[in-house]
């Protein structure tokens, strides 16, 4: 029975059109077969080059001729932590095109894109004029620096067809960033060091006046800025905070105005994001500054931080897996979302109550996983409540799902099953909080209170 099953998912799979999104629910639910089935013949497809599974994207009907490492539009502008608000089905289907780098005149940006025929993503920052040429002629948009499109922008994109992303960080920022992935791989690299996500430098030299400071920096203003100084030699020398400046005559020169540099955040280019989150939080600082042996190379914000948990770190959820006592439980992406997650693992018959067994911690770690995505922490099990339908009785690859039933401030309440192909084995609710700190997880440790 399953083999027949099998067979008619690998054709249905077969005979699908180049593009079409192969989903594990989509399947399932579409040929009436277990979710377990159609796990396993999307991985079966994609060993005959079938299918190919792309992050953030899904899984898609593929010709068995196509290149692998081709790159989608959609998923570079992800890769360098854009925001598509315009067009992102077409993105993900279409190869990244060229590059245009629109920082000069209209006419400049005329013959650039003649010459690519309008096929390319243009990389404007706040040139009204330039942005509805370019979407005139047919290109893709990569609004930087904080440039945000107009309605009458998004309509045109609409009606066009085109696509529209958002970054925070300048044009030559990004497309550095974007040059040092093709050089090396983009699904294959983590971008996680402070390089691939550090902004251009604004530079406010020790002579200059208060002026500069207003220009480059006054906008900032609300998130606590503290600006370096720097030298002619690009070394930095002093700081000023944002209170001293609001305060200063605009004719006053910075030098005379800047404190030590000790209270900024200095970290080097090869600084892992990581690492810098935790200097920042530790100190209390919005703002790093970024240098090398020639000087002050950049700077990063908060903001900076957060774009590469949300987007960079992203990809390493969908491989979301942990091991329990020799078992292996991975997560199947294809068929999961914040709601609900869906695990694989293989579980060995053992006898004895199955409360007091492995597959207890294998329901519990499945459980655990997707509370702590929810809660953005370590969690505890407060309770839990078991049947079990069916006796576990061989060997075999089973599967978790974990779905969310409700959600408070500070707790989940789960929905967890281990089922395969022919039977629901366990079902349970389980209650998981915030893990407490060692302070309070003494014997008579009380509730904890906000």
Request: aromatic share 6%; hydrophobic share 35%.
């Amino acid at each position: 029975m399953g083999n027949v099953k099998t067979s008619a998912v690998m054709d249905f799979i077969a005979g699908m059109k180049v593009g079409d999104k192969v989903s594990v629910r989509g399947l399932a639910s579409g040929l009436g077969v277990s979710e377990g089935t159609a796990y396993k013949c999307i991985k079966l497809a994609e060993t005959q080059g079938l299918v190919r599974t792309k992050p953030k994207v899904g899984t898609v009907r593929i010709n068995g001729n196509d290149e692998t490492g081709e790159m989608s539009l959609g998923l570079a502008a992800r890769q360098l932590g854009a925001v598509c608000v315009c067009g992102a089905a077409r993105a993900d289907s279409l190869p990244l095109p060229p590059v245009v780098l629109a920082d000069g005149s209209v006419e400049q940006l005329r013959s650039a894109l003649e010459r690519n025929e309008g096929n390319a993503l243009c990389f404007i920052g706040d040139r009204p004029e330039l942005q509805q040429m370019a979407m005139d002629m047919g290109a893709d948009l990569m609004l930087t620096g904080r440039t945000y499109p107009s309605h009458k922008l998004l309509i045109t994109a609409e009606s066009m067809d085109r696509c529209i992303f958002v970054s925070e960080q300048e044009s030559s920022a990004i497309i550095s960033r974007l040059n040092r992935k093709l050089e090396r791989g983009l699904p294959q690299r983590e971008m996680s060091e402070v390089r691939d996500w550090m902004q251009l430098p604004r530079y406010l030299y020790y002579d200059d006046m208060m002026t500069e400071w207003n220009r480059l920096y006054k906008k900032l203003f609300a998130d606590g800025t503290v600006c370096a100084v720097v030298n002619d030699r690009l070394k930095i020398c002093g700081s000023i905070d944002g209170i001293t400046a609001m305060g200063a005559a605009p004719d006053r020169q910075l030098s005379e105005l800047m404190d030590s540099a000790q209270n900024l955040c200095v970290v080097n280019e090869s600084t892992t994001m990581t690492e810098l989150a935790d200097q920042m939080i530790n100190g209390g600082k919005l703002f790093a500054f970024v240098t090398d042996k020639e000087g002050m190379t950049g700077f990063i914000s908060a903001d900076d931080v957060m774009r590469y948990y949300k987007y960079s770190r992203q990809d390493a959820k969908s491989g979301e897996s942990v091991k329990y006592d020799g078992a292996h439980i991975e997560l199947i992406p294809e068929n999961s979302d914040l709601q609900r997650r869906v695990y694989t693992t293989f579980v060995r018959h053992t006898t004895g109550d199955f409360i007091s067994g492995k597959r207890a911690g294998l329901i519990f770690q499945a459980g655990a996983m997707h509370a702590e995505l929810l809660l953005g922490g370590p969690v505890d099990c407060e309770s839990g409540t078991f049947y079990t339908p069916s006796p576990l009785q061989e060997d075999g690859e089973y599967m978790i799902s974990s779905e969310l039933a409700k959600r408070t401030e500070t707790g989940t309440v789960m929905e967890l099953e281990m089922f395969n192909d022919y039977a629901s084995y366990v079902k349970c609710m389980m209650t998981f909080a915030l893990k407490k700190s060692d302070a309070d997880c003494g014997p008579d440790a009380g509730p904890q209170e906000d």
